[in-house]
């Protein structure tokens, strides 16, 4: 079982599947059960440094960091640190916009030109009531500030953008890698291999990790976890639990618990 410290309140603004979360204090320990994101993640401190342990190593302090997507995630211990967190997910502009800053398979810290640029308007937004507009404008300067605009990135592979709007259609309970390989007329391995290099991930990590999106899309304050679980297709609830914790590296107990998480949600 982990033992997360994560009880301080926390908001947390999602859309678009990008995430931002900001925590006073957060201890999240995930060494027994290592978990993934289908994300670029900045991590900024904006009182405190925050200890860091990710692909099992030692964990190292920081002020700000870019994790990469696919990076095992092991531990954070955040104390009275004031932390950001904004998380890009692999299909969005801010990622695209963030790919090229990224260290790959791992991470990197942020520089203190970055963070100096960045800070003050992360440790501004800590004291007032940020609405939709404002926590989306306040993740799209982070992003600018580490990654400036670059040219749109080539066209994806037609057989992969099929795959990922069936993906979209389709409950996760009626997706299989047989069906999508028969639906674009290619070998279930061949298909495997496309969605690793245009995506960087498992085809059913991707399907997983849509999923828990429309989950999160669904959700409203009330409404059980389990519910809108089996509504995108999860019957296995361990499995989505799992799928949850990808996006937010916390419990679907923990970020649904109001007394603890208030969660706004900007937009689809």
């Known amino acids: 079982m982990a033992n997360d410290g994560w009880r301080s309140p926390m908001r947390a603004w999602v859309w678009d599947r990008c995430l931002l979360l900001q925590a006073g204090t957060l201890v999240v320990d995930r060494r027994r059960r290592p978990y993934r994101r289908l994300s670029a993640t900045v991590i900024v401190a904006g009182r405190r ?23 095992e995630r092991n531990y954070i211990e955040a104390v009275d640190a004031d932390l950001t967190i ?9 990622f695209q916009q963030l790919e090229p800053s990224l260290a790959r398979g791992g991470l990197r810290s942020l ?6 640029r960045i800070r003050q ?4 937004a800590f004291g007032v009531a940020l609405g939709c507009d404002e926590a989306i404008q ?4 982070v992003v600018r500030t580490i990654a400036p605009p670059r ?20 409950p996760f309970d009626a997706l299989s890698v047989s069906a999508l390989a028969h ?5 279930e391995s061949r298909l495997r291999d496309l969605v690793r290099k245009e995506l960087g991930c498992r085809l059913s990590q991707y399907m997983r990790w849509v999923a828990a999106w429309k989950a999160v899309g669904l959700w409203q ?3 059980r976890f389990t519910d809108v679980a089996h509504a995108v297709g999860f019957h296995d609830l361990a499995h989505a639990d799992h799928a949850f914790t990808e996006i937010f590296g916390l419990s679907p107990s923990q970020v649904t618990d109001s007394r603890w998480m208030t969660l706004h949600k900007c937009g689809p």
């Open 121 to 124: 308007d992360v440790v501004a």
């Open 111 to 116: 520089t203190d030109e970055e963070l100096d």
């Open 49 to 71: 440094s925050f200890l860091l342990e990710v692909q099992g190593e030692t964990a190292r302090e920081y002020r700000g960091v870019l994790v990469a997507p696919n990076v």
């Open 151 to 170: 040219a749109p990135a080539a066209p994806r592979d037609p057989r992969v953008a099929r795959v990922m709007a069936l993906v979209e259609e389709r």
């Open 86 to 94: 904004l998380d890009a997910g692999i299909t969005t502009a801010a």
């Open 221 to 223: 304050e009330g409404t």
């Open 183 to 187: 639906d674009v007329g290619i070998s």
């Open 138 to 141: 306040l993740f799209a300067d």
